[in-house]
């Protein structure tokens, strides 16, 4: 079984200030990681994924995640936030085995001006 | 990256009545659509996986008779909501894969909001 945690439901920052949202992971084999972006009624937009090699990421609008073995996490991270960032963020996970994605419970990212 | 439309958008039906909801992949073909529902400020469930040409595979608890999928071709799934109700109210989501490989993430559709009243 595989399953992801994102212990925070809500995350707020000054813009211009770093912005970290947690995840962490369970799999049976090597993970395939990813970070989504919703905004209000509409659809995930792809962040980013780690398959395999380099265990920095970077993904779109200035987003990256450390995917980091030993702690089984997989930390979304911008050094320096924008208002725009406001959304509902998803971590997913997914075993070599297996097409289906589990999500995160998402994490409300606020970005105050 | 690749492009998955859903419509519609929005609904409201009335208690009793089907709504079919519409997933294409734009400008890929998929053999494997995904379909989710999410509550408010809650994660996405996954409902079922839709094969083209050939029966969905359900989630436990997952009713197939009353969350019909239909696959006909590698560019279009549709789910319909059969006779439905107030509780089935919620946001519906579908998700295609670029291609049958592992490593690939899955593009999402616009969502469709569902209000049975």
């Known amino acids: 079984a595989q399953s992801v945690a994102q212990p925070e439901d809500q995350v707020n920052v000054a813009e211009g200030n770093p912005l970290t949202v947690k995840c962490t992971y369970s799999?049976?084999?090597?993970?395939?990681l990813f970070w989504y972006v919703q905004y209000p009624n509409r659809g995930l937009q792809f962040l980013l994924k780690?398959?395999?090699?380099?265990?920095l990421v970077k993904g779109s609008y200035g987003f990256e995640a450390e995917f980091n073995k030993s702690q089984t996490s997989f930390h979304l991270k911008k050094p320096s936030a924008l208002v725009s960032d406001s959304a509902l963020y998803f971590c997913?996970?997914?075993?070599?085995?297996?097409?289906?994605?589990?999500f995160g419970a998402g994490t409300t990212v606020t970005v105050r001006a | 990256g690749a492009v998955v439309s859903q419509h519609p958008s929005r609904v409201i039906c009335k208690s009793g009545t089907s709504v079919k909801i519409e997933c294409r992949s734009l400008d890929f073909q998929a053999t494997t659509m995904f379909w989710y529902r999410q509550f408010p400020k809650q994660s996405l469930m996954l409902m079922a996986t839709?094969?083209?040409?050939?029966?969905?595979?359900?989630e436990q608890g997952v009713e197939k008779d009353k969350f019909l999928i239909n696959h006909a071709s590698l560019t279009l799934s549709t789910l319909t909501v059969t006779s439905a109700h107030p509780e089935d109210s919620s946001f519906y989501i579908c998700?295609?894969?670029?291609?049958?490989?592992?490593?690939?993430?899955?593009?999402f559709g616009q969502g469709t909001r569902l209000t049975v009243v």
């Open positions: 780690y398959i395999t090699g380099d265990n």
């Open positions: 998700s295609a894969r670029l291609r049958e490989t592992m490593n690939t993430e899955a593009f």
């Open positions: 839709s094969n083209e040409g050939s029966k969905a595979t359900y």
């Open positions: 997913a996970v997914r075993d070599m085995t297996d097409y289906k994605l589990s």
């Open positions: 799999v049976s084999g090597n993970p395939y």
